[in-house]
T-cell receptor, first 112, second 116 residues
Framework: RKEVEQDPGPFNVPEGATVAFNCTYS??????FFWYRQDCRKEPKLLMSVYSSGNEDGRFTAQLNRASQYISLLIRDSKLSDSATYLCVVTHWGGGGNKLTFGTGTQLKVEL | DVKVTQSSRYLVKRTGEKVFLECVQD?????MFWYRQDPGLGLRLIYF???????EKGDIPEGYSVSREKKERFSLILESASTNQTSMYLC???????????????FGPGTRLTVL
């Protein structure tokens, strides 16, 4: 089983739609959780952190469920510019330091 | 603005060649990382370094080595390139030492390496 699993998609949605991505992780000792965004042929960039209480940044809402070991990302009123791959990232102590493990990503395509 | 630069965007090498991938950061951060990214496999950690002269193996270090002689520069070396090392290579930096709570990593633009 992969440490971090995501549905690869692609999710094809019309502009203005609401779309949700889920991610599950296997290491119960995981400490911190993030969503990164990666545009086509570009490097990943931090989108937002994910907290147990849930957090919102504009049209984006992230949730963490530690008991079930999954995190989610909700995008409301999706825009064409939201088209990208969304990477779920989980951290835990390992190898002498704080180690990030990346999911393989979920591809989103927002269409007119 | 945070800046991580990588020496080449595209590189084509032949099997058996020695390959150097350079990464430079401008933020005086201690932690630097090398990943490779392949379709269906995501980002996998090759090596990382928490300070000058220090290096730690990641999840897939076989066939690679690294060098960190200066804080701002972290080099990935393929001693004898093979076709299965064809991939996108991404360098990243992160502030703080090994026990830092700062988790955000800043990535370079990547080097797409093709080994023929």
């Amino acid at each position: 089983r992969k440490e971090v699993e995501q549905d690869p998609g692609p999710f094809n949605v019309p502009e203005g739609a609401t779309v949700a991505f889920n991610c599950t992780y296997s290491n119960s000792a995981s400490q911190s959780f993030f969503w990164y965004r990666q545009d086509c042929r570009k490097e990943p960039k931090l989108l937002m952190s994910v907290y147990s209480s849930g957090n919102e940044d504009g049209r984006f809402t992230a949730q963490l469920n530690r008991a079930s070991q999954y995190i989610s990302l909700l995008i409301r009123d999706s825009k064409l510019s939201d088209s990208a791959t969304y990477l779920c990232v989980v951290t835990h102590w390992g190898g002498g330091g704080n180690k990030l493990t990346f999911g393989t990503g979920t591809q989103l395509k927002v269409e007119l | 603005d945070v800046k991580v630069t990588q020496s080449s965007r595209y590189l084509v090498k032949r099997t058996g060649e020695k390959v150097f991938l350079e990464c430079v950061q401008d933020m005086d951060h201690e932690n630097m990382f090398w990943y490779r990214q392949d379709p269906g496999l995501g980002l996998r950690l090759i090596y990382f370094s928490y300070d000058v002269k220090m290096k730690e193996k990641g999840d897939i270090p076989e066939g690679y080595s690294v060098s960190r002689e200066k804080k701002e520069r972290f080099s990935l070396i393929l001693e004898s390139a093979s076709t299965n090392q064809t991939s996108m290579y991404l360098c990243a930096m992160q502030r703080g030492g090994p026990r830092s709570s700062y988790n955000e990593q800043f990535f370079g633009p990547g080097t797409r390496l093709t080994v023929l």
